[in-house]
């Protein structure tokens, strides 16, 4: 029997219960597999000051975990593993994974088939997720930044969300890896466009795999004084300026405009843009 092998990447900031319960429903998933699979687990946690990496040597000794610098955030804490993962082995598939997704038992079967019936190593594919009132909460998105919602079908999308993430290694090899210009948010819908640019396909799961709630953290909160949204405005976690040049490359100039001149706007009028929707990159 032909063995996959596969490498998960996972990077992790200071939600410990978090963490700990999205690695348990990751491991009951890869066990409804079966046979036919190996998986290694990287993860990096970025310095986390609630014990996080400790409870996850003590609770997944299994896992290969790694301390960062604390400055790495999403996207150059995902790179980190992932350069971790490519010196270890040479892996069939690179599988992201957020530590918030609660997976559902099935989930990694139907990402595999979902892999399987489009090509395989023709395609990236992404995992879409609901709330936990069985609303969409991370899709993927058409052109036109419409959310794609799951219908039973394969259906293929042009923004994709990092939450978990199939890549087969010859996405790898032509693709590569992160790009760091990114810090934080921005990476994974990035990522997506290079894909599509080297001529594979991103393809969305039929059905949800998985519970994530919508995260409406705003990074610059009504009743914040200027100076404290100027800090956000500007801080690695929240800075326009990567996203900008995500949406200038693959978007257009007007968009990548519009978007930065928003962000400025709401730090002078916090109220007017009180309900932006940071799940999107524009």
Not at 27 to 47: H, R
Not at 141 to 152: A, Y
Not at 205 to 221: K, Q, R, S
Request: proline share 4%; glycine share 8%; with cysteine.
């Amino acid at each position: 029997m032909e063995i996959r092998k596969v490498a998960v990447l996972i990077t992790v900031f200071n939600r410990k219960k978090t963490t700990l319960a999205g690695l348990k429903t990751l491991k009951e998933s890869i066990s409804k597999l079966g046979k036919g699979y190996t998986f290694d687990i990287f993860l990096v946690d970025d310095n986390s000051p609630d014990g996080t990496y400790e409870a996850v040597k003590n609770n997944f000794p299994e896992v290969f975990a790694y301390q960062g610098s604390g400055s790495l955030y999403w996207t150059r804490g995902m790179q980190l593993a992932w350069e971790k993962a490519l010196s270890n082995d040479n892996y069939d598939y690179f599988l992201w994974f957020n530590d918030d997704g609660e997976l559902y038992a099935d989930a990694l079967i139907t990402l595999f088939k979902t892999s399987d019936d489009n090509g395989s190593n023709s395609c990236v594919v992404t995992g879409a997720f609901c709330d936990h009132n069985g609303e969409a909460s991370y899709i993927g998105m058409d052109n036109d930044e419409q959310f794609i919602i799951p219908n039973g079908t394969y259906q293929k999308v042009a923004i994709m969300f990092g939450n978990i993430v199939l890549i087969p290694q010859k996405v790898c090899e032509a693709v590569g890896t992160m790009n760091c210009i990114f810090t934080h948010g921005g990476g994974d819908n990035e990522y997506g466009f290079r894909v599509q640019q080297k001529g594979f396909s991103v393809i969305q799961t039929p059905i949800y795999i998985g519970v994530v709630d919508n995260h409406h953290e705003h990074p610059y909160f009504e009743g914040k004084t200027f100076c404290e949204r100027w800090k956000y405005l500007h801080s690695p976690k929240y800075s326009p300026f990567p996203i900008f040049y995500y949406l200038f490359k693959y978007r257009g100039k007007w968009r990548a405009i519009k978007y930065i001149a928003s962000r400025y706007f709401y730090l002078f009028f916090p109220k007017t843009f009180k309900n932006i929707d940071h799940r999107t990159s524009s």
